[in-house]
């Protein structure tokens, strides 16, 4: 499956959490760091606070489809499992119907 399908799907199913504690702090930090930075200092301030939103944007995508395909694969193998315990009954039936007719034949009861 191509990533770009599996971005499609956690735009569609990933619901950011509450987060608004947090972002307060950060505004009120950024205010508190624009009063006292010159402008390059803020803008280098700025451009940190940047980078690390995207790793973490990045991460939570990531993090999303190594999920995405780890259920997958457990539903592959799961589903080659059932799979092999059905071929696994019908030849133990088999097995069973033959062991039958051969104690009957054995048996004279043909």
């Given at each position: 499956m191509s990533d770009k399908i599996l971005k499609e799907l956690y735009d569609c199913f990933y619901t950011e959490p509450d987060m608004s504690v947090q972002k307060q702090v950060v505004e009120e930090n950024h205010k508190a760091l624009v009063e006292v930075l010159e402008k390059p200092q803020r803008r280098q301030v700025l451009n940190i606070?940047?980078?690390k939103d995207r790793v973490c944007e990045v991460m939570s995508i990531d993090s999303?489809?190594?999920?995405f395909e780890l259920a997958w694969q457990i539903s592959v193998e799961l589903s080659q499992q059932e799979t092999r315990r059905a071929a696994l009954y019908k030849t133990v039936q088999e097995r069973r119907a033959y062991l039958m007719l051969k104690k009957?034949?054995?048996a004279g009861e043909t």
């Open positions: 606070i940047d980078a999303f489809i190594a999920g009957k034949e054995e």
